[in-house]
């Protein structure tokens, strides 16, 4: 079965550092794979997604992930923090056709001013 | 185009009173999703619809649990009787098809006292 693990339930970074949310998928076929953010009180919305195409996914608010299928990875960074980047984030994978959506248990990202 | 809205947004019941979610999703379309997001997890399917059938509901507690989507639009989660272990965020999402990303409501935190 398909399963999301994110490494760290909580990151903080200073501001203006770079940041590092990690995220492995477990699939014999590479997924589509998603980032979304939830902020307090808050629905989750998409970062970006991968589906099968460039490797390099660029997202909104400056974010990007990269898939790596060797690794079973798909790795969210973003080069500079902002105070406003708190929130929890969450890495999803669904089967390429397939329709369920798996959700990782999520991370916490702190930026420290 | 407005995004998809749940109602209410916080509730407060005493175990074994019934509890109903409501959900209005964005209007093109047809899949919607009830989720489950427990503290410091991320959101577990409850139960799918393709239009205003209900294809994916194995997640669903059938005992307690009900779910309706008349119309293929708007949908209601039902719980009768609620228990303490329901206390919870129940989240709506609605994508374009199975296979595109989720758009999520601001979700329903349920205390169960």
């Known amino acids: 079965a398909q399963s999301v693990t994110q490494l760290g339930s909580h990151v903080s970074v200073s501001e203006g550092a770079l940041v590092l949310l990690r995220c492995n998928y477990s699939?014999?076929?590479?997924?589509?794979l998603f980032w979304y953010v939830q902020y307090p009180n808050q629905g989750l919305q998409l970062l970006l997604k991968y589906t099968s195409a460039a490797t390099l996914v660029k997202g909104i608010n400056g974010f990007e992930a990269e898939f790596k299928k060797s690794e079973t990875s798909f790795h969210l960074t973003k080069p500079s923090a902002h105070m406003s980047d708190a929130a929890e984030y969450f890495c999803?994978?669904?089967?390429?056709?397939?329709?369920?959506?798996?959700f990782g248990a999520g991370t916490r990202l702190f930026v420290k001013a | 185009e407005a995004g998809v809205v749940q109602s209410p947004r916080y509730k407060i019941i005493e175990k074994k009173q019934p509890v109903a979610f409501w959900c209005n999703p964005i209007?093109?379309?047809?899949?919607l999703y009830w989720y489950l997001q427990n503290l410091g997890q991320g959101p577990e399917l409850l139960i799918r619809y393709e239009n205003e059938e209900a294809v994916d509901d194995s997640q669903l507690p059938k005992d307690r649990f009900s779910a309706e989507r008349l119309k293929g639009v708007d949908s209601t989660l039902k719980i009768q009787p609620a228990e303490l272990g329901d206390s919870a965020v129940y989240l709506c999402?609605?994508?374009?098809?199975?296979?595109?990303?989720?758009?999520f409501g601001q979700g329903t935190r349920l205390t169960v006292v």
């Open positions: 999402a609605s994508s374009l098809g199975s296979t595109t990303e989720a758009f």
């Open positions: 699939s014999s076929v590479p997924p589509y």
């Open positions: 999803a994978a669904q089967e390429a056709g397939g329709f369920k959506t798996i």
């Open positions: 209007s093109s379309h047809n899949t």
